[in-house]
Each structure stands twice: as structure tokens, then as C-alpha cells.
């Protein structure tokens, strides 16, 4: 760290952060439709709680939300189709999710990718497991070896690269996973939804919790909600499929039936 006749401070660009410059680029071209929506998460955040009062151990809010959107997207796995260099498209089976998760090097908190397999085949305690143990081992992680290395090439060969994998969908699949989830505030306080410049076919972003009134059953009763951006690829997803899919989501969410593991 420099010191310039103390008026500013210069600080060396995260090799790290050339990703985002790069997906960036990319996601421009895309023909994005975002959606706005909140999740009433009274139900799994009191389950959440109680498991914890009860067990003495935290569950992640993360799983659940994994397992509700694995479940929502085996339903239309067209949620998550790509669109190949012989303009097919390609539907996968399997739901793999890229999501950010906050982690600790050289003592510092800090954000790291991990992709997580067939969500939509696994319950919510098997994605809880995987969390967990990419938080405690995440230096040893296919991920964080395969960004190491690949944001240290030159940009020009980095945004080939890119251009390659968008045109392959196993590729995406291997390298990038099927569908994108980012927290940008879930570390946060109050509600708030953010507009992503994504790449994948579908993206949500997740926002900032808050609690406001809400009504149950002709009642007002004050609820917790989670704002949420769903983001999609116009050029692969019709809007009436798209809001079929964010329906189904969140009843998922809201019933907290995932949550259910005694």
C-alpha cells in the first residue's frame, strides 16, 4: 500500500475482481428481464430459530433457499436451458448452482464462489453439509484453484475463454454452473433489491431482509420478508414460464416445508 503526499490512498486491483469485469462485458449483450419480488420467510426463519434453541446449532438460510429453488426449477427445467452454437437448446437435468458464499482468509471475511450439484436431486440437510464444509475448506476447492489460476491469463484470453463457454452449455455447466445466485444483501439490514448485469439463463439476486406488515388470513400481522431480483434470459424464457416459475418459488419458501426435519 502507497502513500501519495497523504491525500489519497493507492491500493493494488484484486486480481480477483477481473471476473466481474469480464461477465460483465459479456451479460451486456444479453436480452435481461428482471423480476421484483418478496418472500415472506416468517415460517422458515422461526423454523431456523427454534432448530437452533432446540439443537443448539445454526442452519443455513442459504440450504433452504437452495432447496426450495432446486425444487422450483425441476418443475420447467426450461428455467435453466441454454441456447448452443447450433442455436438449440439445451435442457439439463441436473440443477448446478454458482452461488457467493462469505468465508475467512488471512483472517479477513470475504466472498467466494462454489458450485453446488444437482440441488434439485438432493434434500436440504445434504446442501446444509456441502455449505458448511466449503466454509471450513474452501482454499482446497475446485473453485477457488480454477479462479487462482485463470484470473492470472491475460484478458484477452480470459474473455475468449468466456466467449467459448457461452457458446457450449455442458461447458457452463462444468465451469460456471446452470444458474447464479448472489446475497449481495443478506448481510445487511432492511429491504432492497439490486439489478444485476448477469450472464446465466437465470439469476437471482438476493436482497435485504426487513419486517413490515403483512396480511395472514384477513389479518395484519407484521412478517418478515426477503427481497429478491429474478433475472432472466429473454432470448431463452417467455415471461408467462418465468412467472409461473416465481410463483411456484415462492410457495415453497413460504411454506418452509423443507424445513420440516425431525
Request: contains cysteine.
Amino acid at each position: 500500500m502507497d502513500s501519495i503526499n497523504n491525500l489519497h490512498t493507492v491500493l493494488p486491483y484484486p486480481r480477483t475482481r477481473q471476473l466481474m469485469v469480464d461477465g460483465g462485458k459479456l451479460g451486456l449483450r444479453k436480452h435481461t428481464v428482471h423480476g421484483l419480488v418478496e418472500f415472506d420467510i416468517t415460517r422458515a426463519r422461526e423454523a431456523i430459530h427454534q432448530y437452533r434453541a432446540q439443537k443448539g446449532e445454526s442452519l443455513s438460510f442459504s440450504a433452504f433457499f437452495l432447496s426450495c429453488l432446486g425444487k422450483a426449477i425441476d418443475e420447467d427445467k426450461n428455467m435453466h436451458a441454454y441456447r448452443n452454437w447450433r442455436n438449440q437448446l439445451v435442457l439439463f437435468d441436473e440443477v448446478d448452482v454458482n452461488m457467493m458464499f462469505e468465508v475467512e482468509v488471512d483472517g479477513q471475511k470475504t466472498i467466494r464462489p462454489h458450485i453446488l450439484r444437482g440441488i434439485n436431486k438432493r434434500n436440504f440437510l445434504e446442501i446444509h453439509q456441502e455449505i458448511r464444509d466449503f466454509q471450513q475448506a474452501h482454499e482446497t476447492s475446485c473453485e477457488s484453484k480454477f479462479i487462482d489460476w485463470f484470473v492470472r491469463l491475460p484478458a484477452f484470453i480470459r474473455r475468449a475463454f468466456l466467449w467459448v463457454l457461452f457458446m457450449n452449455p455442458q461447458m457452463i455447466k462444468d465451469y460456471y454452473g446452470t444458474v447464479l445466485v448472489s446475497s449481495l444483501g443478506m448481510f445487511g439490514l432492511g429491504s432492497g433489491w439490486g439489478l444485476p448485469v448477469p450472464n446465466h439463463s437465470l439469476q437471482i439476486t438476493l436482497g435485504g431482509m426487513s419486517k413490515k406488515p403483512g396480511v395472514i388470513a384477513n389479518r395484519i400481522e407484521i412478517r418478515e420478508y426477503l427481497s429478491a431480483t429474478v433475472s432472466f434470459d429473454h432470448d431463452v424464457i417467455d415471461g408467462a414460464p418465468a412467472a409461473r416459475f416465481m410463483h411456484r418459488l415462492k410457495k415453497l419458501i413460504e411454506s418452509a416445508d423443507s424445513l420440516n426435519i425431525e
